[in-house]
């Protein structure tokens, strides 16, 4: 019964969160196998539940941030799932914990004591199920306790842990892509059109950080010939960066580099962006590509752009940038 829990529940989050509207979809929807598994039930065939006189599930959720944009999604499937369980006398109890620092040291440092509280502590016969962290080196500080504790994973990030590490950790299950998979996809963009002069500009979290690792060590293990012609400059980009620094960056980049990858959050590939349109480095000779991998409006979502003015030259140039995309591959 855990696993049909796991399965369902997240099956439910998904589908709230990656598919909105079932016009979107362009085909079947999705909707109506899961209408089909759960349909609406009377109200009045539901039994009343409570924790004496059920089996209670311990979800806990444990987020890197208390306004992640799936909990509603994980509110909405146990609103829907609830009243089927209860005809098999199961009710649910949530547990949240919300950990301040995003993907950063303090996250890393904050996330076991809290998995040990709920628990050990707030969960009376511990967690059932754990839905999320998200961040790469959140989970991995974590990966350990949650083999030995044997407690189910399910989360939509992750996606700096290799494939290789992930095998070791059973209980895991990640619905999101990887930042490996996503390496490679680049790495053949850059060997179809031969683009050997790259520059890898990324933020200083840990999500950047690890990518652009992850994409260095694919590189390096690629069989693909470009490999051995490849000139790729690494770039961290500062917390503080103003547009002087970045124009700086770019001409320096530029030197060597024509291609340019950009790791980062919304604001900042704008602002670079601005600053190559200002050193007039926006034109054919130039390659940029940034990637759309949390679609998540705290995050690195790209339709920021959207807010532009329309007059925002910057904003138009956007629409010729070459974006990877991520939606729960």
């Known amino acids: 019964m855990r696993s049909v829990v ?36 009377d109200p009045s065939s539901v039994p009343k539940l409570s924790a004496e006189n059920s089996t209670v599930v311990t979800l806990c959720e444990l987020w890197e941030d208390d306004g992640i944009p799936v909990t509603p999604g994980i509110d909405l499937a146990l609103q829907r799932i ?73 989360t939509s990030g992750a996606s700096g842990i290799k494939f290789a590490d992930k095998q070791k950790t059973e209980v895991l299950t990640r619905f999101g892509y990887t930042q490996e998979d996503v390496s490679l996809f680049l790495i053949r963009i850059l060997d179809h059109f031969n683009w050997t002069n790259v520059a890898f500009l990324y933020d200083v979290d840990t999500y950047a950080t690890d990518f652009q690792s992850s994409f260095q060590q694919v590189l390096q293990s690629s069989r693909l010939d470009i490999f051995k012609r490849i000139e790729f400059t690494k770039v961290m980009l500062g917390q503080n960066s103003d547009k002087q620094w970045l124009k700086d960056t770019l001409v320096r980049s530029s030197e060597r580099s024509r291609v340019f990858i950009l790791a980062a959050l919304a604001r900042n590939v704008y602002q670079i962006m601005v600053a190559a349109s200002e050193l007039g480095k ?34 138009a140039v956007h629409r010729l940038t070459f974006s990877v995309l991520a939606f729960c591959l």
């Open 6 to 41: 796991v399965c369902l529940s997240f099956i439910c989050l998904l589908l709230k969160k990656c598919y909105p509207a079932e016009s979107t979809m362009g085909s079947p929807s999705v909707y109506t196998s899961y209408g089909n598994v759960f349909p609406p039930l």
């Open 82 to 154: 609830g009243p089927h369980f209860a005809l098999k006398n199961m009710t649910f109890r949530l547990l949240r914990h919300g950990i301040a620092g995003g993907c950063g040291d303090e996250s890393v440092l904050a996330v076991g004591p809290a998995l040990v509280d709920m628990h050990l502590h707030q969960a009376p016969n511990g967690c059932q199920l754990l839905i999320g962290p998200s961040c790469s080196e959140t989970m991995s500080n974590i990966r350990g306790l949650i083999e030995h504790w044997n407690i189910p994973v399910v």
């Open 282 to 315: 926006l034109n054919s000779e130039y390659v940029y590509i940034t990637t759309n991998l949390i679609e998540a409006h705290r995050f690195s979502d790209l339709f920021f752009f959207n807010n532009m003015a329309k007059s925002d030259p910057v904003r």
